[in-house]
């Protein structure tokens, strides 16, 4: 069994509630020990920044970015579980011989400091009722999250199918997902989600890692990072999204994606 996974998750189940729900619990899933080191990844970063804006809300620290802040983060992320999901999920919208057809979107934290209002239904699709789907969010509760005011997150199910964005009058629709330290969140990332309210002292923190398909732009260009915490495989640097970067010049090559030699940082020369 893997050290991440302490149980393998019910694939179909996901699968079949991703479709309906637009979302999937999978209850304590990741071993205690790799959620404590994760926490520790999140928790003891320097350059944290308080959101001051009303999306993250009051008390709320982001801590960007952090695929390549540690090996737990990365093994994370590559997890054969976590890789299965996804495959099966962007399976419909891809030619079925294509290859690599997702690629890591983002990884970072989110912790909410003692009280916190709700954060707003929102979708970090972009797009509202889009199909075939193209981004795939995971949330792993770094903390208990499991009474009304622990600010769990909250989806409106099926919501993933609506052709509009969120309102206000969603909030009546969104139900609580509780769950303990070591809970896998997936969701379908057209569905209408968010924090919930905080109402108890103390921390509840989230690790949000993302995939996307192959040709959407990552928030961060990761291929250009110089420093990883390890060697990356070829498979690694292909869900990192090394070659889905478009070249600069009409010489470089002329296929949509492949590798850039003289552009993107390759510190292992892998
Ligand atoms: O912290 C959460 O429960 C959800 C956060 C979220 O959806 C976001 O920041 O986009
Ligand atoms: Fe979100």
């Not at 995971?138 to 409106?156: K, S």
Request: net charge negative; aromatic share 14%; charged share 20%.
């Amino acid at each position: 069994m893997s050290q991440i996974f302490s149980y393998q998750p019910n694939f179909d189940q996901i699968a079949e509630e991703l479709a309906v729900h637009g979302f999937s619990c999978i209850s304590e899933v990741i071993v205690s020990e790799y959620v404590s080191n994760l926490s520790a990844v999140v928790y003891n970063q320097h350059y944290w920044y308080k959101e001051s804006d009303s999306f993250h809300g009051h008390n709320t620290f982001l801590v960007p970015n952090l695929i390549n802040k540690s090996t737990y983060c990365l093994d994370l992320a590559f997890d054969d579980n976590i890789l299965a999901i996804a495959k099966r999920f962007f399976l419909p919208g891809a030619y079925h011989d294509e290859k690599n057809v997702y690629q890591l979107h983002l990884m970072h934290g989110r912790v909410i400091e003692g009280q916190s209002p709700p954060q707003q239904l929102h979708i970090d699709s972009r797009c509202c009722g889009i199909y075939p789907p193209s981004h795939l969010h995971f949330f792993l509760y770094l903390d208990d999250c499991v009474a009304a005011g622990d600010g769990a997150t909250r989806f409106v199910p099926g919501s993933h199918r609506f052709l509009r964005y969120s309102r206000q009058e969603d909030d009546s629709k969104a139900v609580e997902v509780h769950g303990k330290k070591g809970t896998l969140i997936v969701l379908n990332s057209a569905t209408y989600h968010g924090s919930s309210q905080k109402s108890t002292i103390g921390t509840r923190g989230v690790l949000t890692f993302a995939f996307s398909r192959w040709f959407i732009r990552q928030p961060f260009s990761i291929p250009y990072f110089k420093s990883w915490p390890r060697e990356l495989t070829e498979q690694e640097r292909y869900i990192l999204g090394f070659d889905n970067y478009g070249a600069i010049d009409d010489f470089s090559r002329i296929s949509a994606r492949g590798i850039l030699p003289d552009l993107i940082a390759n510190p292992y020369n892998l």
